[in-house]
């Protein structure tokens, strides 16, 4: 398997753009999460999906941000409109069967917001 | 609130020696703890769990020791090698529900 796939690698953006960030999960994992990491913050779950449901998405800092997993292979996160301080890398990950199971990363995006 | 801190942000040790991170958390509901290695420019990959009901767990050169008193854990690791370095982050879970992570810790190992 390809592992966990995330694109742009890189995304740079003028502040008011919008922004989608993608995800394709690993075959046959039922969760696929949102990260986001920051120096102050470290990794910072956003949201996170189970079998293509949202289940928890305490963690996204305002209604700027929002993500959407249509189907089992593909999942969104989207900026509108992006602020310098959304600045960080954002990663995907997901895990088979249970939330707190290994969770496998993608490489993730560094989006800068200037 | 940071209910999983990475009091260290950085740690630098001499190939060969023990390389010691730490991890304290506050909610006593937390019952798996795990801990990731990240290389730059990649995502954290899994490197090592350990359950409350045990107090350690050991993988090669790698052992996590679980202190649930003082709601502690460690990962040390022995020798430590230059492809070590990396940051490594613990995570905690309430075992019906997501992972929380910490800031990360930063090593190097230098010859």
């Known amino acids: 398997d390809a592992g966990v796939i995330q694109s742009p690698r890189h995304e740079v953006t003028e502040m008011g753009q919008e922004v989608t960030l993608r995800c394709k999960p690993i075959s046959g994992h039922d969760y696929l999460f949102w990260y986001r990491q920051t120096m102050m913050r470290g990794l910072e779950l956003l949201i996170y999906f189970n079998n293509n449901v949202p289940i928890d998405d305490s963690g996204m800092p305002e209604d700027r941000f929002s993500a959407k997993m249509p189907n089992a292979s593909f999942s969104t996160l989207k900026i509108q409109p992006s602020e310098p301080r959304d600045s960080a890398v954002y990663f995907c990950?997901?895990?088979?069967?249970?939330?707190?199971?290994?969770?496998?990363f993608g490489p993730g995006t560094r989006l800068t917001v200037l | 609130d940071q209910q999983v801190k990475q009091n260290s942000p950085s740690l630098s040790v001499q190939e060969g020696r023990i390389s010691i991170l730490n991890c304290d958390y506050t909610n006593s509901m937390f019952d798996y703890f795990l801990w990731y290695k990240k290389y730059p420019a990649e995502g954290p990959t899994f490197l090592i769990s350990i359950s409350s009901i045990k107090d350690k767990n050991e993988d090669g050169r790698f052992t996590v020791f679980l202190n649930k008193s003082a709601k502690h854990l460690s990962l040390h690791i022995v020798p430590s090698q230059p492809g070590d370095s990396a940051v490594y982050f613990c995570?905690?879970?309430?075992?019906?529900?997501?992972?929380?992570f910490g800031t990360g810790t930063r090593l190097q190992v230098f010859p």
């Open positions: 995570a905690a879970s309430a075992h019906t529900d997501k992972l929380i």
């Open positions: 990950a997901s895990s088979k069967e249970r939330a707190y199971n290994e969770q496998f």
